[in-house]
């Protein structure tokens, strides 16, 4: 992400040691996680936000990126300039190494790609860049996102991996095995889902939005737009996630924001849609 890379490369070294303050896993480490998870019944996907909110990866390897650096980790949250080349061909050799590298680290089948918020200031002030759009018929920046993101499926699905996107990748011309995750909403799940792809829902799920755990009970992925789709459409909802992004806590109170809500929006994961019993809720709640 802009604010550092987490993850120990063998193949990249510098990703961790420049793009992450000193603060990232060791590849040991993360097998123990994943290991501990495992034997817990949890899957540990990781996730690597590209091709924007990509900072981190450029201060270490800048000659990936739309426009010269150097690059700086960001010290604040926001949606960032720095952007990978989409039209590089050395960022899909780099890309293809490093999934390979993670691929035999991550058991997991999916692998998730990020690709939200993309700013795509670097990309309309890159001249080269404008010229690889015309040439291959890319009238927007959306469409230049999904020829990266057809590049990237690719790569991928050669190391036996299902890419997961933020509904940002959602395009006409992305491959339907991709799935999309919806942090902006229903209507943006069922976009995806009548298009073909599976999805899932993180609007309504935000824990660091500090919402009282009724209001996550009150969301159902099925709700909304989404109860308007067909039987087949809605069996394409896998279900949804609840996020704990970190721009608001320390080390020190991050439990406090987990526990106990994450409760209650499990519940509302494993429950029909209308369950919504919201003083039970809270009772069993109390006992959590």
């Known amino acids: 992400d802009d604010q550092g890379?987490?993850?120990?490369?063998?193949?990249?070294?510098?990703?961790?040691?420049?793009?992450?303050?000193?603060?990232?896993?060791?590849?040991?480490?993360?097998?123990?996680?994943?290991?501990?998870?495992?034997?817990?019944?949890?899957?540990?996907?990781?996730?690597?936000?590209?091709?924007?909110?990509?900072?981190?990866?450029?201060?270490?390897?800048?000659?990936?990126?739309?426009?010269?650096?150097?690059?700086a980790i960001e010290r604040y949250w926001g949606v960032f300039a720095p952007t990978l080349d989409p039209?590089?061909?050395?960022?899909?050799?780099?890309?293809?190494?490093?999934?390979?590298?993670?691929?035999?680290?991550?058991?997991?089948?999916?692998?998730?790609?990020?690709?939200?918020?993309?700013?795509?200031?670097?990309?309309?002030?890159n001249p080269r860049i404008q010229a690889f759009k015309a040439r291959h018929g890319l009238k927007d920046n959306a469409a230049l996102q999904a020829y990266f993101n057809r590049q990237l499926q690719k790569i991928l699905s050669r190391h036996g991996r299902k890419m997961i996107g933020w509904d940002e990748v959602l395009h006409p011309d992305l491959p339907q095995s991709v799935v999309v995750q919806s942090w902006r909403g229903h209507s943006h799940l069922a976009k995806a889902v009548r298009q073909g792809h599976t999805g899932m829902l993180s609007h309504g799920y935000y824990l660091d939005a500090m919402r009282p755990a009724s209001f996550h009970y009150a969301i159902d992925p099925l709700d909304k737009e989404v109860a308007a789709?067909?039987?087949?459409?809605?069996?394409?909802?896998l279900g949804g996630e609840a996020c704990m992004w970190a721009e608001f806590v320390t080390q020190d109170n991050v439990e406090s924001r987990i526990w106990p809500r994450t409760a209650a929006i499990a519940e509302r994961l494993w429950s029909p849609r209308d369950i919504r019993d919201t003083r039970d809720m809270y009772r069993r709640l109390d006992a959590v």
């Not at 540990?44 to 450029?58: C, Q, W, Y």
């Open 229 to 237: 789709l067909s039987d087949e459409e809605k069996s394409r909802v």
């Open 5 to 71: 890379f987490r993850m120990e490369s063998r193949v990249f070294p510098k990703l961790h040691q420049l793009g992450s303050d000193g603060n990232y896993y060791t590849q040991a480490e993360v097998r123990d996680i994943i290991a501990y998870a495992r034997d817990r019944g949890i899957r540990v996907i990781p996730e690597f936000d590209m091709p924007g909110h990509a900072t981190a990866i450029l201060v270490a390897y800048p000659e990936l990126a739309s426009a010269p650096g150097p690059y």
């Open 87 to 125: 039209t590089s061909k050395k960022l899909y050799e780099f890309l293809d190494a490093f999934i390979a590298e993670m691929a035999g680290i991550f058991p997991d089948d999916y692998f998730h790609i990020g690709g939200d918020e993309v700013n795509p200031k670097q990309w309309n002030a």
